[in-house]
Nanobody
Framework: VQLVESGGGLVQPGGSLRLSCAAS????????MRWFRQAPGKGRELVAA????????NYADSMKGRFTISRDNAKNTVYLQMNNLKPEDTAVYYC????????WGQGTQVTVSS
């Protein structure tokens, strides 16, 4: 089982990034996929989730209207489009696959700074 995040980096406030998480080793289309983040000195928090079919999503309140989660089951990939980024969005972003078991990626760093 492998989840590999990519797309992180340094961006200025107000900018955008698109994170990707490529999955392998399990039946991706059967799993709820989630993005979490962990800022320095803070706990891990849920950012967004999408159901297995991609027909239902939910977001943490502070991300609503700025972040969009999507998935492509043909490519075994989940995405997180992040717009209007703020310095407080700086964190390591993790991909998570949830069904009976759950799996985690290694994370990708997002830094929002001028």
């Amino acid at each position: 089982v492998q989840l590999v995040e990519s797309g992180g980096g340094l961006v200025q406030p107000g900018g955008s990034l698109r994170l990707s998480c490529a999955a392998s080793g399990f039946t991706f289309s059967s799993y709820v996929m989630r993005w979490f983040r962990q800022a320095p000195g803070k706990g891990r928090e849920l950012v967004a989730a999408i159901n297995s079919a991609g027909s239902s999503t939910n977001y943490a309140d502070s991300m609503k209207g700025r972040f969009t989660i999507s998935r492509d089951n043909a490519k075994n990939t989940v995405y997180l489009q992040m717009n209007n980024l703020k310095p407080e969005d700086t964190a390591v972003y993790y991909c998570n696959a949830l069904r009976v078991a759950d799996y985690w990626g290694q994370g990708t760093q997002v830094t929002v700074s001028s």
